[in-house]
């Protein structure tokens, strides 16, 4: 067989895109199944499918499914293309370009081992204070500690000799619980891009802030360290640790801080000043994203250069407005409003906020099989927002939920930080979905026995 030949294996991939794809393909036009409809869902789940099995590039998907939904009448150009003009595209470019460039001078992989350094021998320590670093680092790049944290991790594991032993299921919960899971209680740039976009109308921009998020979530950082002390229990290290030098090793290697680093420090402070007091100076954060991160590159300042461009994540970018083009076209096809009329049909009449939160739970957990989180919040997130208001509640706990809720995941393809975490081969298959199916479920009791309830008290709900 030649070596441009189809693998077994993407053959399988392949067929299994085409043959969800047919599905709905064939499905007989009547009722709300119209044309539209039909020639919608039958290219998302073509796009989305082939993201989940990654058998194109991203970037590809991000082009053609736009360009399907015009080429076969779904919506109008204007409607599909909405989601790629205003202040959101500008702020997703701006965070991700933040993140490229914090991570190319080596600034949060300095902070990373200095905190570390601190570690001591005990095995829940080092685990607790890993999944620290990564919660901070999320507060600090906006969501995306997961590729910053995660390299490091692994380095240690393999310092330890402890891949896909107990030890390393325990590092790999430790960076799954605070780069990824913290995602529920700490601002994600990317998500809050999306669910803000979908929920206008119903949530300003100035009501979700990195600060707010902190205050009205912090009661699932406390489930999240429950669930790492039972893993800690569960997985045991076969041998002691020992004492822990190989953060200190690593720091000593980067040598003295840099001009560039001090650069992008100051950045970083400007920017989270700004994020900070959105309430107080009344202006738009995303614009704060688009703007602010762009000072490395003054001519006295010089963070930057042309090497940070080129790893800024184009592909993803596209991936993001393209997703939201799912919700703008879903919601111009009526599609809201059938979300919303099941969700009341669940629901039978009660207006339990508890009730209708374990019902959002359950819906977003199983479309988290069939969509990225991304797709879900862009599906669902206007009419869960509807859905709210006819229900007397706000509509912010309800993003909030919803944002919270993606997390709850059981195998790696679902959500690109876990799967990011899986790669570094920490651990096996059969202990990821072990320690996510009880992530999975203490999660979900401790949104409704401990969540809920303080959003009531606090009168969020």
């Known amino acids: 067989m030649s070596s441009s030949s189809i693998s077994k294996v993407e053959f399988i991939k392949w067929a299994v895109v085409i043959g969800l794809s047919a599905i709905f393909l064939l499905i007989p036009e009547q009722g709300f199944y119209t044309y539209q409809f039909k020639m919608f869902i039958t290219i998302t789940v073509f796009g989305l499918s082939l993201a989940a099995f990654e058998i194109v590039p991203v970037l590809l998907i991000s082009i053609i499914m736009p360009a399907l939904w015009i080429l076969f009448e779904v919506a109008p150009a204007a409607t599909v293309m909405s989601p790629w003009v205003g202040s959101t595209f500008l702020m997703i470019v701006g965070a991700f370009f933040m993140g490229a460039t914090l991570e190319d001078c080596g600034l949060l992989k300095r902070l990373s081992f200095y905190l570390l350094c601190q570690v001591k021998g005990k095995y829940f320590s080092l685990l607790v204070s890993i999944m620290a670093v990564a919660i901070l680092l999320n507060i600090l790049t906006f969501g995306r500690a997961y590729l910053i944290i995660t390299p490091l991790a692994a380095g240690l594991c393999i310092s330890l000799n402890g891949m896909k032993k107990n030890l390393g299921v325990g590092i790999a919960a430790a960076v799954m619980l605070g780069a990824c899971t913290s995602h529920a209680y700490t601002y994600q740039a990317s998500n809050w891009a999306v669910l803000l976009r979908m929920s206008e109308g119903y949530i300003a921009h100035s009501d979700v802030t990195p600060l707010g998020i902190i205050l009205h979530n912090w009661p699932m950082f406390f489930i999240s360290l429950l669930i790492l002390f039972l893993i800690s229990k569960w997985y045991k290290p076969e041998e002691s640790l020992g004492e822990v030098t190989y953060f200190k090793e690593q720091l000593n290697k980067l040598g003295a801080i840099t001009r560039r680093e001090k650069v992008n420090a100051l950045m970083l402070l400007i920017v989270l000043t700004y994020a900070l007091t959105v309430n107080i100076h009344k202006m738009d954060i995303n614009l704060g994203f688009a703007i602010l991160p762009w000072l490395v590159y003054l001519p006295f300042l010089k963070g930057a250069d042309d090497n940070t461009i080129k790893k800024v994540n184009l592909s993803m970018i596209f991936f993001v407005a393209a997703c939201m083009g799912i919700g703008t076209v879903a919601g111009s096809l009526g599609v809201g409003e059938l979300i919303s009329e099941l969700c009341k049909t669940l629901l039978n009449g009660r207006t339990s906020a508890t009730a209708a939160m374990a019902i959002l739970f359950a819906i977003i957990f199983g479309l ?94």
């Open 368 to 461: 988290n099989f069939l969509m990225t989180p991304l797709a879900i919040f862009a599906l669902i997130m206007n009419p869960i927002a509807m859905l709210a208001t006819d229900l007397g509640f706000s509509a912010l706990p309800f993003a909030y939920a919803i944002n919270a809720c993606s997390e709850a995941i059981i195998l790696p393809y679902e959500y690109v930080p876990y799967l990011v975490v899986f790669s570094f081969g920490m651990m096996s298959m059969k202990d990821f979905v072990k320690v996510n199916i009880l992530r999975s479920l203490l999660f979900f009791g401790g949104f409704l026995l401990l969540q809920v309830p303080y959003w009531l008290l606090i009168g969020l709900l």
